[in-house]
């Protein structure tokens, strides 16, 4: 799940009071009025969102959109009363991962013949079907969250380890043994931030085509075989049998591990590419970092939980949204919602757009570049993930990571739990 910060008062969400106004029938008086909810927190991305919404109207008189602030961690439960109550914003933000629900219960409209070609084009298939329920397109996928690894040069140069270029990514082989190259001293290697393991080890798992989830006659159930248990067994040896990870990072969040990682404490930290505006506002005078590509086993794919725009089934101007939607996520307008963000946008053209006008520094060549390796997984699509995930997976890994439970150990807990769990 991409990032859910508090950023703006869940006060500023009566916006969303009213029905939308909007009206297909072009011969109506007056221009068609949208309502957009928008979740964007960061400064350049509300400065964006609000930029593009002005300009939209400016150059479109007969299509007025009403820009509404949202927050990302009160906008699931007063969507639901909105849809229920029958006054939805014509256009609202949200991720795949969660407009699932609302799909299935009528609430979104098909975006599949209100979308152009040339439009549609531009996202590869693999993130179209995070957005696919039922065969209906519900959403409008822009940005994307990969997991990356950072990295302090100085230490990297130290150690005669040569930087990957975007695209040309370690095996994980190679990480572990670059890993073993930095750990000297008072240095690990890496720092495995493992408070919440369970979507990462899912996103990574699909390097070694670790599906977790097989689904045999409208049946779904969890199966933990060797593809499963790769990515746990090397996070785990990484820390008890080479000790090229830190144990002290097991317990930590995401972004815990900075203090340690700016301290050269650790000499690589995978994470989110929406850590790289940390290392940009947070990193010491004279801190040298570089991206690292995502670590490769027999791909680099991971799973892709993209942002969305999706327009309401109620809304009476569905056409005039599509309009909105494809002017609001254009290359040059997805690129520059991306950079606000610190995320990957899923446009091919957008991604152009933005390492051009980045030059790739900070990291965004090797962002933009790990957009080609995201696709759906497995466990997207199983109703009872996230249950699964709360009662057995995070528990389980957490022991294991911890070291108190054997990997066959940890494979039966994630079986049994899908067996009470999945339907």
Wanted: net charge negative; aromatic share 10%.
């Amino acid at each position: 799940m991409l990032r859910k910060l508090v950023a703006v008062s869940a006060a500023l969400l009566i916006g969303l009071s009213g029905c939308g106004s909007g009206d297909d029938d072009t011969s109506s008086e007056g221009p068609v009025k949208l309502r957009f909810l928008s979740l964007a927190w960061q400064k350049d991305s509300l400065a964006a969102n609000r930029e593009l919404v002005d300009k939209w109207n400016a150059e479109h008189p007969d299509i007025q959109v009403e820009y509404v602030q949202g927050d990302w961690n009160s906008v699931h439960d007063q969507l639901l009363t909105s849809f229920e109550g029958g006054d939805a914003p014509d256009i609202f933000q949200y991720e795949s991962a969660s407009i699932g629900e609302f799909a299935k219960q009528g609430y979104l409209a098909d975006l599949s013949g209100l979308l152009s070609d040339g439009f549609k084009s531009e996202v590869s298939q693999g993130i179209w079907d995070t957005v696919t329920v039922d065969g209906k397109v519900v959403g409008a996928p822009f940005l994307l969250e990969s997991q990356v690894v950072l990295a302090n040069k100085k230490l990297l140069d130290a150690a005669g380890v040569t930087v990957p270029a975007a695209g040309q990514a370690w095996t994980w082989d190679e990480f572990q043994a670059n890993a073993q190259k930095l750990t000297k001293g008072g240095t690990y290697g890496v720092a495995w931030a493992l408070k919440s393991p369970t979507n990462r080890v899912m996103n990574l798992s699909l390097n070694f085509d670790g599906k977790f989830f097989y689904t045999d006659g409208g049946k779904t159930e969890v199966r933990v075989g060797d593809a499963e248990k790769e990515i746990p067994r090397r996070i785990h040896d990484m820390i008890y049998v080479s000790k090229t990870a830190s144990p002290d990072a097991v317990g930590m969040g995401g972004t815990d591990p900075l203090p340690g990682f700016f301290a050269g404490k650790y000499a690589m930290l995978p994470g989110g590419v929406f850590l790289r505006q940390q290392m940009v506002e947070q990193a010491p005078a004279g801190f040298e970092w570089v991206t690292l590509p995502p670590i490769k086993g027999n791909s680099a794919n991971q799973a892709a939980n993209p942002q969305t725009l999706s327009i309401s089934e109620d809304s009476a101007g569905k056409k005039q949204a599509a309009q909105f939607i494809e002017y609001f996520l254009n290359p040059a307008n997805q690129a520059r919602l991306a950079q606000g963000d610190w995320l990957v946008p899923t446009g091919k053209k957008a991604g152009e757009e933005l390492v051009k006008a980045t030059g790739g520094k900070q990291g965004w060549d090797v962002a933009v570049a790990s957009a080609a390796d995201l696709t759906i997984a497995p466990f997207q699509t199983v109703s009872g993930y996230p249950e699964w995930k709360t009662k057995f997976a995070t528990p389980a890994l957490q022991q294991y990571f911890a070291n108190k439970i054997t990997l066959d150990q940890l494979g039966t807990q994630l079986v049994d739990g899908g067996k009470q769990v999945l339907r």
